[in-house]
């Protein structure tokens, strides 16, 4: 069966420091990956999204910026935090062919506090 | 634009009240519906979703939605809410563009607190 892992859980990072956050799959070969921001109130805004490794899709300009180096394995990064950045961040996956259908699976987030 | 509408930010019921939380978007071409929940604490789990074929799916946990195409609207229901019903509901929405092409836009969300 397919599984997605998302860490860290938690980051307190100060403002101006590098963000690294990794999201990986497993059980499945050439997932769409996405990476979404999920604010109080504010629902899932999509961040990046990648159809297959390389090829990186920016929805939001931003001070992020996203990497997928390998299949199943996705990174959202920043050289330099804002506190703007703060919020939960969650990593998903769907078919390469079928998200519209089977939806999005959805890690367990991470919680970034920069502060 | 294309959008997805949760008009209810907050809903707040006893135990055993009906439930109905509405969604409506915004997108004149082929979708497909989904609503996910997340309890507290916990990661966004699908709770049903619309492909095709009858409008009104059933879910996990007694939730139901009826798809109603000529109102753009997809809205959640369950006839007899319990305490642990108590999450945050969002409404998604897949926006097909042609071929593999699409894209799945959520709604902000409808929190909800069932007293006991």
């Known amino acids: 069966s397919q599984t997605i892992h998302q860490w860290p859980a938690t980051l307190v990072q100060p403002v101006g420091s590098p963000l690294s956050l990794e999201c990986t799959v497993e059980?499945?070969?050439?997932?769409?990956l996405y990476w979404y921001r999920q604010a109080a109130g504010r629902g899932l805004q999509l961040l990046f999204y990648s159809v297959g490794i390389g090829q990186i899709s920016s929805e939001v300009p931003q001070n992020l910026s996203a990497s997928r180096p390998q299949d199943r394995q996705f990174i959202l990064s920043s050289k330099k935090l804002l506190l703007s950045d703060s919020g939960f961040y969650l990593c998903?996956?769907?078919?390469?062919?079928?998200?519209?259908?089977?939806?999005?699976?959805f890690g367990s987030g991470t919680r970034l506090t920069v502060v | 634009a294309q959008s997805v509408s949760q008009h209810n930010h907050h809903v707040i019921l006893s135990e055993a009240a009906s439930l109905e939380l509405g969604c409506n978007y915004s997108y004149g071409g082929t979708v497909n519906l989904f609503w996910y929940v997340q309890y507290p604490g916990q990661h966004l789990q699908l709770l049903l979703k619309y492909f095709s074929g009858d409008p009104l799916v059933k879910g996990i946990k007694g939730f139901e939605a009826e798809f109603i195409k000529s109102k753009f609207s997809f809205n959640l229901r369950k006839p007899s809410v319990q305490w642990s019903d108590t999450a945050e509901y969002f409404c998604?929405?897949?926006?097909?563009?042609?071929?593999?092409?699409?894209?799945?836009?959520f709604g902000k969300g409808t929190k909800l607190s069932v007293k006991p």
């Open positions: 998604a929405v897949y926006m097909n563009y042609g071929g593999s092409q699409g894209n799945l836009i």
């Open positions: 059980g499945t070969s050439n997932p769409n």
């Open positions: 998903a996956w769907s078919p390469y062919t079928g998200g519209n259908v089977y939806g999005y699976t």
